[in-house]
């Protein structure tokens, strides 16, 4: 059974920095990895994923330059490196695992969640 742990999340204030982190369980080779993040009264919504080679990856527009997600295959663990953080970036963070035999970024598409970590960024 798949299980997945995000860590890092906290309290910081805008212009600041979190590094947070995905432990899984089970391996991660061939799987898209993904996080998303929903806030208060909103939609869960896709924010960064990277490929299982670590060398591909993609980004909502609205953190592109600002966040970095990346892929340590030895600790079999998922980063999501977030800089120059904004109030708007507030939610609970989310580590998923999506499909190995194709790439997405859709919610749906991603089958095994963490239980989240709450990134809130005051003004």
């Known amino acids: 059974q798949v299980q997945l742990v995000e860590s890092g999340g906290g309290l910081v204030q805008a212009g600041g920095s979190l ?4 432990a899984a369980s089970g391996s991660t080779f061939r799987y898209i990895m ?3 993040r929903q806030a ?9 994923a990277v490929t299982w080679s670590g060398d591909s990856t993609y980004y909502a ?5 600002r966040f970095t997600v990346s892929r340590d295959s030895a600790k079999n663990t998922v980063y999501l490196q977030m800089n120059s953080l904004k109030p708007e970036d507030t939610a609970v963070y989310y580590c998923a695992r ?6 997405t970024t859709r919610v749906d598409d991603f089958g095994y969640w963490g239980q989240g970590t709450q990134v809130t960024v005051s003004s």
């Open 19 to 22: 590094r947070l982190s995905c």
């Open 34 to 36: 993904g996080w998303f």
């Open 40 to 48: 208060p009264g909103k939609e869960r919504e896709f924010v960064a």
């Open 61 to 65: 527009d609205s953190v592109k330059g």
């Open 98 to 103: 999506g499909p190995a035999a194709y790439t």
